[in-house]
């Protein structure tokens, strides 16, 4: 597990940036964009799906994003909600949620944090046993 506590200055390095910047036109308007790039994929697939371009999305999610929010963190409600409408509880299934174990052995973790957690459930147990849960 990262040791997180004990890390000085000459030790840290600038972390690469993920987000890919891409060009979209809104309302023939041009503008950046930086997202990951599995929302670029995401936003692609919707386009594709819903037979329109990503500047088309992008413009829609324009018109309905409240003033104080940025056209990125729009974009980004809008993959989640759109793909949450798009859930059931057949997919769920099929995709093998609903069970946390399950999920820790789909991501891979090390055995470390494998422990953290392990600790964590047992130290949960001991609370409930006791009466004490917040």
Known sequence: MKDMSSSNSK???????SLISRNITIFD??????L???MWEALNNIAEREKCSIHDLCSL???RKRETTSLTAAIRVFLMLYFRAASSETGHSNAGHG?????KAR???????E????????????VSYRGNVA
């Open 99 to 103: 069970s946390f174990a399950s999920m």
């Open 29 to 34: 308007r041009r503008t950046s964009i930086r």
């Open 107 to 113: 991501a891979c973790i090390s055995d470390d944090y």
């Open 115 to 126: 422990l953290f957690f392990e600790r964590k459930m047992r130290s949960k147990r001991s």
């Open 11 to 17: 030790d840290i390095q600038p972390v690469q940036s």
């Open 36 to 38: 990951e790039p599995e």
């Open 61 to 63: 999610i324009y018109i």
